[in-house]
T-cell receptor
């Protein structure tokens, strides 16, 4: 079946460094990709999305890169701050289906 | 705007009991959905609605019912609770549908004993 997996369950970074969270997907027909942030005890919060006609999209301190050839998606967070500590997960979709990954716990060390 | 609100925040049920999880949004979104989140798994879609009076099944609909009488409200009913329904439930709404930014509520943590 279809799968979406994050490469690392946990990522630790120093405050001020850049963070890169990676996601691999299996369905080559996916044409929509999205990243969410989930803080402990809260609902997921939208970060950024990208469609398959693009390979890069930037937001405020975040960049999503899409490599359709190897079915890989990454989220880059610039100048990571303590408030960025959370679980980050990606989701990929197409047609009437959206598949969520399990998440990477980002820990920001002071 | 309050966004997406859910009640209750926590609930404990005995096997066989029924209950309704409430969800409301004040953003006038046509699309609303219910997900469950279990340890080690990604969010899974239970039911969704593309507008008042229209609902459809998601990936894991068994044991759950929904209705959508207004744009604002989208309650989820557990008909006869089972321990396998122990989970965290999230309601979401979106201005553009499934493949679009979704706004999630704070969640309901349900335990079935």
């Amino acid at each position: 079946g279809e799968s979406v997996g994050l490469h690392l369950p946990t990522l630790s970074v120093q405050e001020g460094d850049n963070s890169i969270i990676n996601c691999a997907y299996s369905n080559s027909a996916s044409d929509y990709f999205i990243w969410y942030k989930q803080e402990s005890g809260k609902g997921p919060q939208f970060i950024i999305d990208i469609r398959s006609n693009m390979d890069k999209r930037q937001g405020q301190r975040v960049t999503v890169l899409l490599n359709k050839t190897v079915k890989h998606l990454s989220l880059q967070i610039a100048a990571t701050q303590p408030g960025d500590s959370a679980v980050y997960f990606c989701a990929t979709g197409g047609g009437n289906k959206l598949t969520f990954g399990t998440g990477t716990q980002l820990k920001v060390e002071l | 705007n309050a966004g997406v609100t859910q009640t209750p925040k926590f609930q404990v049920l005995k096997t066989g009991q029924s209950m309704t999880l409430q969800c409301a949004q004040d953003m006038n979104h046509e699309y609303m959905s219910w997900y469950r989140q279990d340890p080690g798994m990604g969010l899974r879609l239970i039911h969704y609605s593309v507008g008042a009076g229209i609902t459809d099944q998601g990936e894991v609909p068994n044991g759950y019912n929904v209705s959508r009488s207004t744009t604002e409200d989208f309650p989820l009913r557990l008909l006869s609770a089972a321990p396998s329904q122990t989970s965290v439930y999230f309601c979401a709404s979106s201005p553009g549908g499934l493949l679009y930014e979704q706004y999630f509520g704070p969640g309901t943590r349900l335990t079935v004993t």
